[in-house]
């Protein structure tokens, strides 16, 4: 039964490979799940904890301090998604991507193209980029058009709109 294509490769593994090859094929893939969701879970965490603005200031030891609250903190709120999640890996994956394209990507655009370069617009592209991509989900108008991409440009937009009053205040 292959209604759920996440499951095409495990089917595949025990129907056509020995026992030992299938426990092969299967640490392979908890390997690199694991794997993975360790260098984000580190990445989220070094991002949580140096972008606050006291990071500077604080002591190495509670630098390390802060930085494990903040490993448990981002493992705690990815804990409670799966637990609560009743999407597919993929979907979840789509929709990580589609929001990080909305909230980071409109920003690094407009700093490439040198079209904003100060913070508060930044900021702007990346709040409105990922709320309304997050909105957009919760619509469900996902369906018709991806929320990566309404959050792309609503948050150039809204960056572009606060340089424009900016110049003209």
Not at 140 to 164: D, M
Request: net charge positive.
């Amino acid at each position: 039964d292959l209604s759920d294509g996440e499951m095409a490769l495990p089917i595949l593994a025990k129907t056509f490979l020995p026992d030992i090859a299938v426990g092969f094929v299967f640490a392979g893939m908890v390997a690199t799940i694991l794997s993975s969701v360790d260098s984000l879970l580190v990445a989220s965490a070094s991002a949580l904890s140096i972008d606050f603005g006291f990071y500077d200031k604080l002591s190495p030891n509670k630098r390390l301090l802060f930085f494990k609250f903040s490993v448990l903190f981002i493992g705690f709120l990815a804990l409670m998604f799966a637990f609560f999640s009743q999407s597919t890996v993929f979907a979840v994956i789509v929709f990580a991507v589609s929001v990080m394209t909305a909230a980071i990507g409109s920003a690094m655009v407009l700093v490439v193209l040198n079209k904003v370069t100060n913070s508060t617009s930044l900021l702007f592209a990346i709040v409105i980029g990922l709320g309304s991509a997050v909105t957009w989900r919760l619509m469900g108008w996902n369906e018709f058009i991806n929320e990566g991409f309404i959050g792309f440009i609503l948050g150039i937009a809204a960056a572009l709109a606060y340089k424009k009053k900016r110049l003209h205040a």
